[in-house]
C-alpha cells in the first residue's frame, strides 16, 4: 500500500492532535485577552484625560472670586446705604450704583450653571432666596424718587441686616463644594491610574503567556509530523489485518486502497487493480450506472443518507462474476484538498442464508398458527351448532306448559349449556386477543351501578356457597366514569368467579378506589376483589395468569374451569391500559386487584322509561341453514313473531330460491355442504334477482377477529352469532324493518306497495282467525296460535283494541284458562269488523 490519506486514516495521532488542539484553544484564548486588555486599557486613559480636563476646568472657575464678590459688593451696598442714612444730604445716585451692581451680580448667579451645582446645599439654596426675596424687595425702594427713597433708608437698612451675613453664607457653602469637587476629582484620577497599572500587568502577563503558547505549539506541530507517521504506519498495518474489508477511491471511482480482507472477499490482487474504476470490478452489471450515480450524489453532498450514516446493505460482483450480498459503510473524507470515499465492508452471505433460513421457520410457524386459527374455528362452528340448537329449544320449551320439575330440569339443563358455551367462548378469546382483534369501546359508565348489577347477578352463585357478597367504595365515590363497560364486566366476572368457587362460609367484598395517582395522564380507579377462600400458596402465585393454569388438584376441589380465565383477564386490563395483580396467603384469603386508567365521565341525559320499542312488520324471511334442528328453531323463532319463513338446507338450495322470489330478508348460514354461505351471498349480489339489495345476515358459530370483516366484505349487511336469541334477533329485525311506534299505526311512511302487500296479508290473517273461530267444530289450538300471530300484526296498523283482546286471548290460551279464552274470543269478529272498516277494505267474513 503506497499511500494513505492522512485526513482519514491518522488515528493513532489522536493524542498529539488533541494537544495541539488544545494549544491553538489557549493561544485564540490569549490572543482575545490581549485584545480585550487594550480595549480597556484605551478606554481607562481616554477616562484619565477627562478627569484631567475637568480638573483643569475646575482650576479654571471663578467660582470663588464670583462669591467672594458678592460678598464684597454687599459690604459695599451696606457701607453705601449706612452712609446715606446718616448724611444730612445723603449719596443717593451712589447708593444706586452699588445696589445696581449687586443685583446684577446676584442675578447672574442664578441663571449661570457653574452655580447650579450649588442649588442641592441647602444653607445655600436659603441663604441665596433671602438675599433675592431681598433684592426683589428693594427695587421699588431703590427706583423711586429721592424723596421716597430718603424716607424708606431706615426700613431698607433693617430688611438689609441680614444681608451680609447671607453673602457670607453664599461664599463659604461655594468654597465647600469646590474642594469636595476637587476632592473626587482627584480620587477618580488615583482609581484610573491604578486599573492602567493593573491593565498593564495583565498585558505583560498575557504577552508572556501567548509567547510561552507559541513555544509549545511549535512542538506540537513537531510532534504531530511524528505522530502522523507512526499512526500512518500503525493504519497501514490495521489494514493489512483488518477483517473487514477496506477500500478507498478517488472522485472519478479510481481505486487507491484495497487492503488484504477485501482482497479475500472480492478475489482481486490490489497490485493488479490499482487505479482502475470500482464500479467496474465489483458492481454487478445491472447495478452499475446505479452505483455510479449514487457516488457521484455522496462527492457532491445529495445523498445523505448513505455517507456517515451508517453500514447499507447492497450486491456486489466478485471476479468471478458471483453474486453475493454485502454489507458497507461509506465515509468521505479530503486527501491534499481532493475528495476520497472509504468503504468498510464485510461479506454477509452467511448471515443472510441464516435470516432467510429463519424466515422459513417464521413462515412454519405462522401457518401452524392459521392452522390452529382454522382448527379453532372448525371446532366453534362444530361445537356451537348443536349448542345452538339444545339452548334455542331449551328456550322455546321455556315458553310451554311445563311442571315445576320439567322446569327445573330445563334450567339446569340451559345453566349446562351456557357453561360448556363459555368454555368455547374463553378458548376463542385467546385467539381474538393473540390476534390483536380486541375491540376497545371507551364510553361514558355507571360505575356503581355496574357494580351492584354484578354483584345482584352473582349473589344466587355465593348463596349456594355459604358466601355473602357486597361491594363498596372506598372514599370518595368516582360514579361515572369512561370505560369500556363490557370489557370490564369480563374481567371482574372472572375474579368474582374464581373467588366464589373457593370461598365457602366465607365473604366476597368488591372494593372501588379512586386513586390519586395517573396512568398514562389519566385518572386511576383501583377495583379490588377480596376474598376469605382458601388461598394461593406463594410458589403458585407468579404462574396464576398463565394460561390453563388452576388451582391446585390436592387441595381437595376442583372446581372446573379451563383456567384461562384470568389469562384472558391479563390481556384485557393490558389492553385498557391498565395492571392486575393479586396478594394472597394460604387458609386466610386472596385479594385480586386491577387498577385502570379511567377519566371522569358525565351522566348521559335519561331517556323516558315509558319509550315504546320500534315495532316490526310481519316480514318474508329465507333461512338457509344446513343443520336440521338450528333450521326448525329459526322456524320456530320466526314465526312466532308472526314471520312468513322459507328454509334452504345449503347455500345452493339458498340462491335458488333467492333467485326466484322476493324476501324481506335472509338469514345465511355460512358453513354449508354443497355450496357456503359466503359464496352464495356472493353470487346473490353478483346476480340480477330480486334479492340482490335484500339484507342478509350471517348466522355463524365461527366469530374469530377476522370473520366480521370478511362477511361484510362478502356482502352480508349483518352478524347473528349462534346460538340464535330471541333477544338478539328481535334486535336485528329492529334495525333493519322498524316502520314506527306501537302507539300509532306503524305503516306510515312506507311505499305504497309495501303498505299493499302488508295490509292484504293481514287481512287475510284476520280473516282466517275469523273463520276458524266461527266453525262449526273450533279447534282451540289453531285459534290460538291465530290469536298469537295476529296479535303483531294488529299492533302494526294501530287496531289498539284488536291487538289487545288478541294478547289476552293467546295468554289465557296458554295457562289453560278456556272459560276466560272462550269469552275473548267471542269479543273478536266485531271488533275485526271494526278494524277492517277502519282501513277501508271491504269485509270478506261478511
Not at 453 to 469: I, K, P, Y
Not at 674 to 703: F, Y
Request: negative net charge; hydrophobic residues 45%.
Amino acid at each position: 500500500m503506497s499511500r494513505l490519506p492522512t485526513s482519514a486514516f491518522a488515528v493513532g495521532a489522536n493524542a498529539p492532535l488533541r494537544r495541539n488542539k488544545a494549544m491553538r484553544i489557549l493561544g485564540v484564548i490569549l490572543t482575545a485577552l490581549i485584545a480585550v486588555l487594550l480595549i480597556f486599557a484605551f478606554l481607562t486613559a481616554s477616562q484619565v484625560f477627562t478627569n484631567l480636563r475637568n480638573i483643569k476646568l475646575l482650576a479654571s472657575n471663578d467660582l470663588e472670586w464670583s462669591l467672594a464678590q458678592i460678598e464684597l459688593e454687599t459690604r459695599d451696598f451696606s457701607g453705601a446705604l449706612e452712609a446715606a442714612r446718616l448724611s444730612p444730604e445723603p449719596d443717593l445716585d451712589r447708593l444706586r450704583l452699588r445696589f445696581d451692581i449687586l443685583y446684577s451680580r446676584v442675578s447672574s448667579m442664578g441663571s449661570a450653571p457653574a452655580y447650579l451645582r450649588l442649588a442641592v446645599v441647602p444653607e445655600f439654596a436659603a441663604a441665596l432666596e433671602r438675599v433675592n426675596t431681598f433684592m426683589a424687595d428693594a427695587v421699588p425702594m431703590i427706583d423711586s424718587p429721592d424723596e421716597a427713597l430718603i424716607e424708606a433708608l431706615p426700613l431698607l437698612a433693617a430688611q438689609s441686616a441680614h444681608l451680609r451675613a447671607d453673602s457670607r453664607a453664599l461664599s463659604l457653602s461655594g468654597i465647600a463644594l469646590y474642594a469636595a469637587e476637587n476632592d473626587r476629582a482627584r480620587q477618580r484620577i488615583t482609581n484610573t491610574l491604578y486599573r492602567l497599572a493593573t491593565i498593564a500587568l495583565l498585558l505583560i502577563v498575557a504577552v508572556v503567556g501567548l509567547l510561552i503558547n507559541l513555544l509549545f505549539a511549535n512542538r506540537a506541530a513537531r510532534e504531530k509530523g511524528a505522530a502522523l507517521t507512526q499512526a500512518n504506519r500503525r493504519m497501514t498495518t490495521i489494514l493489512s489485518t483488518s477483517m473487514d474489508g477496506v477500500l478507498v477511491v478517488d472522485s472519478t471511482g479510481a481505486v487507491l486502497e484495497f487492503n488484504k480482507a477485501s482482497e479475500a472477499i472480492f478475489g482481486y490482487r490490489y497490485e493488479d487493480i490499482r487505479g482502475q474504476n470500482i464500479q467496474d470490478l465489483i458492481a454487478p452489471p445491472n447495478l452499475r450506472d446505479d452505483h455510479y450515480r449514487a457516488m457521484q450524489r455522496i462527492l457532491n453532498g445529495q445523498d445523505r443518507h448513505a455517507a456517515g450514516k451508517g453500514r447499507v446493505r447492497m450486491d456486489a460482483k466478485r471476479a468471478d462474476g458471483t453474486i453475493f450480498p454485502i454489507e458497507i459503510a461509506i465515509e468521505m473524507a479530503e486527501d491534499n484538498d481532493e475528495k476520497i470515499l472509504i468503504g468498510f465492508l464485510h461479506d454477509i452471505s452467511d448471515r443472510v442464508a441464516a435470516e432467510e433460513e429463519l424466515l422459513e421457520t417464521r413462515d412454519r410457524a405462522l401457518a401452524g398458527e392459521r392452522a390452529k386459527a382454522e382448527f379453532l374455528a372448525v371446532m366453534s362452528h362444530e361445537i356451537r351448532t348443536p349448542l345452538n340448537g339444545i339452548l334455542g329449544n331449551l328456550s322455546l320449551l321455556n315458553d310451554t306448559a311445563l311442571s315445576p320439575v320439567q322446569t327445573r330440569y330445563v334450567r339446569n339443563m340451559e345453566i349446562s349449556g351456557r357453561v360448556l358455551m363459555r368454555h368455547v367462548d374463553t378458548v376463542l378469546d385467546i385467539t381474538r386477543f393473540e390476534a390483536g382483534k380486541l375491540d376497545i369501546n371507551i364510553a361514558c359508565t355507571d360505575l356503581s351501578s355496574m357494580l351492584q348489577e354484578l354483584v345482584d347477578s352473582q349473589l344466587s352463585a355465593a348463596n349456594r356457597h355459604g358466601t355473602t357478597l357486597s361491594w363498596r367504595w372506598e372514599g370518595p365515590a368516582r360514579t361515572w366514569v369512561r370505560t369500556d363497560r363490557a370489557a370490564l364486566e369480563q374481567v371482574l366476572l372472572n375474579l368474582v368467579g374464581n373467588a366464589i368457587k373457593f370461598t365457602d362460609n366465607g365473604t366476597i367484598t368488591i372494593e372501588a378506589e379512586a386513586l390519586p395517582e395517573i396512568i398514562n395522564g389519566t385518572p386511576a380507579v383501583e377495583l379490588r376483589v377480596i376474598d376469605t377462600g382458601i388461598g394461593i400458596s406463594e410458589d403458585r402465585l407468579p404462574k396464576v395468569f398463565d394460561d390453563f393454569v388452576t388451582n391446585d388438584p390436592t387441595l381437595g376441589r376442583v372446581p372446573g374451569g379451563t383456567g384461562l380465565g384470568l389469562g384472558i383477564a391479563r390481556r384485557i386490563v393490558t389492553a385498557l391500559g391498565g395492571e392486575i395483580g393479586l396478594e394472597s396467603t394460604p387458609d386466610v384469603g386472596s385479594t385480586f386487584w386491577v387498577r385502570l386508567p379511567m377519566e371522569e365521565g358525565r351522566q348521559p341525559p335519561a331517556k323516558e322509561s315509558n319509550t315504546p320499542e320500534p315495532a316490526v312488520a310481519h316480514l318474508h324471511m329465507l333461512v338457509v341453514e344446513d343443520n336440521e334442528i338450528n333450521r326448525e328453531l329459526a322456524q320456530e323463532l320466526l314465526q312466532r313473531e308472526g314471520h312468513w319463513v322459507t328454509l334452504a338446507s345449503n347455500g345452493a338450495e339458498g340462491l335458488q330460491l333467492a333467485d326466484s322470489k322476493p324476501f324481506d330478508m335472509i338469514l345465511m348460514d355460512i358453513a354449508m355442504p354443497v355450496m357456503d354461505g359466503l359464496e352464495a351471498t356472493k353470487r346473490i349480489r353478483a346476480g340480477i334477482g330480486p334479492n340482490k339489495d335484500t339484507p342478509i345476515v350471517a348466522v355463524s358459530a365461527n366469530i374469530l377477529p377476522d370473520d366480521r370483516d370478511r362477511f361484510l366484505a362478502g356482502g352480508m349487511s349483518a352478524f347473528l352469532a349462534k346460538p340464535i336469541r330471541r333477544s338478539s334477533l328481535q334486535k336485528l329485525l329492529q334495525e333493519h324493518f322498524a316502520i314506527g311506534e306501537p302507539t300509532s299505526p306503524m305503516t306510515a311512511g312506507l311505499p305504497e306497495s309495501t303498505f299493499n302487500r302488508l295490509q292484504a296479508r293481514f287481512l287475510k290473517e284476520g280473516d282466517a282467525l275469523i273463520a276458524a273461530i266461527t266453525a262449526p267444530y273450533r279447534d282451540f289450538e289453531d285459534v290460538a296460535k291465530r290469536c298469537h300471530d295476529l296479535s303483531g300484526a294488529a299492533a302494526i296498523f294501530g287496531a289498539h283494541a284488536l291487538q289487545d283482546i288478541l294478547a289476552q286471548a293467546d295468554t289465557a290460551a296458554k295457562q289453560g284458562n278456556t272459560r276466560l279464552f272462550e269469552e275473548l274470543v267471542a269479543q273478536i269478529p266485531p271488533l275485526w269488523r271494526a278494524t277492517r272498516g277502519d282501513l277501508n277494505a271491504p269485509d270478506a267474513a261478511e
